[in-house]
């Protein structure tokens, strides 16, 4: 009986929808729009809040001098999450796989959003561009993830309603994030409290 193979199934890649084509009654445009650039904005800046108090947390959990503060500070950011993740899940017991997920999930469409090429477009049939006047729909185009072919990109449409659930996730995670530093905090002092007084 043949050896059976170990480790993780690779799972062939989904395959991508069919990005709709161009047609020459539609206009394309570089010049966004106030609404999309505060939009784009806003999505950078709350991810880097996360990133922040991510950053904090660990300051915290280790009581880092100086040195230390600035060592973790300027780690890559998937490190800072895995120690978090490890303290979360090692130490305290605690299994909270869909945060871990959900941020593994919106740091993918956050580097989309910081490091895509905007343009915005019009005369196709959403209900922005059909509107009077028309809004333009949203694409972002990003070269390292959506190069199909030798000549071939493909943009993705990148809606409000996507910035708006981004927001509605990423504070949800943002504040996670800083009640489990806080929470940190007050146990610190805690323990300190009741070894002073040889409780602890």
Known sequence: MANKKKGLKKTPPKPRPV????TPDMKWTLDLPE???????DAVVIFSRIDNAIIEC???LEQADYQ????IAKEKAYENIKFVKGVVEEHLKIDIAPTWNALDKMRQERNLIAHGCWMVRFGGDSPGEKANPPV??????WHSKMLENSTD???EAFDYWKFKRFMDHAEVLLRTFREFRDMA??????????????TG
């Not at 230390?68 to 060592?71: D, I, M, N, V």
């Open 19 to 22: 990005s709709p084509m161009a």
């Open 35 to 41: 609404r999309l650039r505060l939009a784009i904005a």
């Open 58 to 60: 660990i300051w915290v």
């Open 68 to 71: 230390r503060k600035l060592q």
């Open 136 to 141: 333009g729909l949203p694409y972002v185009l």
């Open 153 to 155: 990109v493909a943009a």
């Open 185 to 198: 905090e007050r146990a610190i002092a805690d323990e300190r409290v009741a070894r002073a007084a040889g």
